[in-house]
């Protein structure tokens, strides 16, 4: 059973920094992309940031660019989500996800999904 579990999220001011952590477990993990996708009340889902099975590259959202980090350790079946310069805006809950193929902006492209962790962001 493939488990996605994340962990880190808050309640912040605006400027203040997070960092979220997803551990995985049931599935070969260095064989997935992985990603961070964020959800707005009554919003869409949004992509966040992906990095392919080996970390050896990484996308990110326009509106996260130079200001969050995704990272993994296949060692330890994690990805990590370092959000700094933190906007109100960012506000959301935030799922990592598992994606058996390339790295993909889309959340249909993924297979598994984690439960989601709330981060808050006051002005």
């Known amino acids: 059973q493939v488990q996605l579990v994340e962990s880190g999220g808050g309640l912040v001011q605006a400027g203040d920094s997070l960092r979220l952590s997803c551990a995985a477990s049931?599935?070969?993990?260095?064989?997935?992309?992985m990603g961070w996708f964020r959800q707005a009340p009554g919003k869409e889902r949004e992509f966040v940031a992906t990095?392919?099975?080996?970390?050896?590259?990484?996308s990110y959202a326009d509106s996260v660019k130079g200001r969050f980090t995704i990272s993994r350790d296949n060692a330890q079946k994690t990805v990590s989500l370092q959000m700094n310069s933190l906007k109100p805006e960012d506000t959301a809950v935030y799922f990592c996800?598992?994606?058996?193929?390339?790295?993909?902006?889309?959340?249909?492209?993924?297979?598994?999904w984690g439960q989601g962790t709330q981060v808050t962001v006051s002005s």
């Open positions: 996800a598992a994606n058996k193929g390339v790295r993909s902006v889309f959340p249909r492209s993924y297979d598994y």
């Open positions: 990095i392919t099975n080996m970390g050896g590259s990484t």
């Open positions: 049931g599935l070969t993990f260095s064989s997935y992309a």
